[in-house]
């Protein structure tokens, strides 16, 4: 969470690190597709405050750059992690099926924990369709700050699917072979599947690299960094379960083919290991990225300062004393605000301007939610 309120210490943030977000103005058209909720409805975008911006994560500097989650790519930005989810899900099955005949066929060690690596990707890619479905229902009476949670939940839930069903078997199934003295009945099959295998898994880690890519330079932030640190957790989910999904084959492939230089198989049985490794490594990074979330990630300064920037530019604010911001989910945005308004109206009025500002400034597709309140005058006021 970001919390800052004037005064005379310096602008205090309470989050750490996350999204990488967006070096865009504030005045940039931020993400179009937070959908409406029911109780105030949205017009078209007063102001954008620019794409989502670093969060809350110790791993990371503070620094805030440009995430692409925002402006002008919110709907597209959508479809788009939809499309991503599916191939890596297609895929994965495909291979899930071809590795474990082969595991069956040849008794390697490596295969078994590769079939284990695309079984998990695959229970994993379900889940994160069905964070997909309900993070993205719009906000009712009962969820005024929407569902977006829901997403890091069900990521949460994938990830963990990855840790046990891939990181864990993968390894006692390693160490339970590292005695092994059984030949494998066929190398050529492995060898066969393997190759199968980084082709559809090349094709869907393109297909999440492109997303990525396209994001990344539109912000102008490391890809890498861009997606550790993006508030969409599904995306980050498949770029990195595909990208260990191509280092493990590449691991399996040594293995196995150690094993048929050397005679001993213990090289598949360290290469079994090695994937069970490499899958618990990438798994708890998720469950990390996906609890920092979950406990109400904040955002960096530098786009504290342009949530700051895009309400002071408001005509009806004349200052702000208190600000807090935090993620509720993908590139949605929960802000809480202490302002001074223009003007000196009766007590009364005072109470309709705010309601009705804080509808006006939900028009913003990344502000899922606002609630402000009147800043005492002793207040002092916070400058982005």
Do not use: C
Request: glycine residues 12%; charged residues 20%.
């Amino acid at each position: 969470m970001s919390d800052t309120r004037g005064g005379p210490e310096p602008v205090a943030h309470r989050a750490r690190p996350a999204d990488p977000a967006d070096p865009a103005d504030p005045a940039d058209t931020a993400d179009p597709a937070d959908p409406a909720g029911p109780a105030r409805a949205r017009g078209p975008a007063r102001s954008g405050i620019g794409p989502e911006g670093s969060g809350a994560d110790g791993e990371h500097d503070g620094s805030d750059e440009g995430s692409g989650e925002g402006s002008g790519e919110g709907e597209g930005s959508g479809g788009e992690s939809l499309l991503t989810v599916v191939v890596a899900l297609v895929a994965n099955a495909l291979l899930a099926l071809a590795k474990s005949v082969a595991a069956v066929v040849t008794g390697s060690a490596a295969m078994v924990a590769e079939a284990a690596h695309s079984w998990a990707d695959t229970g994993n890619e379900v889940f994160l369709l069905v964070a997909e479905r309900s993070g993205g229902r719009p906000r009712d009476a009962e969820h005024p700050r929407g569902y977006g949670r829901a997403t890091y939940v069900w990521s949460l839930v994938a990830a963990f699917g990855l840790f046990s069903a891939g990181a864990v078997v993968s390894v006692w199934h390693g160490v339970t072979q590292l005695g092994s003295t059984e030949e494998e009945a066929s190398f050529v099959v492995n060898y066969v599947v393997l190759g199968v295998a980084l082709v559809l898994e090349g094709t869907s880690f393109v297909q999440a690299s492109r997303q990525v890519g396209g994001d990344a330079r539109r912000w102008g932030v490391h890809p890498l960094r861009y997606v550790a640190e993006t508030s969409n957790p599904t995306l980050r989910a498949v770029f990195f379960e595909d990208a260990s999904a191509l280092v493990g084959i590449v691991l399996a492939a040594a293995g196995i083919g150690l094993h048929q230089l050397t005679g001993d198989p213990v090289w598949d049985a360290l290469a079994s290991i090695a994937i069970g490794v490499l899958l618990a490594v990438v798994a708890v990074f998720l469950m990390r990225r996906n609890m920092a979330y979950l406990l109400g990630e904040g955002l960096g300064p530098q786009l504290q300062a342009r949530v700051l920037r895009s309400l002071l530019a408001h005509p009806q604010i004349e200052r702000i004393t208190y600000l807090h911001v935090e993620y509720v989910g993908p590139q949605r945005l929960f802000v809480v605000a202490a302002v001074d308004l223009v003007g000196d109206d009766a007590e009364s009025a005072l109470a309709v301007r705010l309601r009705g500002l804080e509808a006006d400034v939900e028009q913003d597709p990344m502000i899922e939610d606002a609630v402000l309140t009147l800043a005492l005058p002793a207040e002092a006021s916070l400058a982005p």
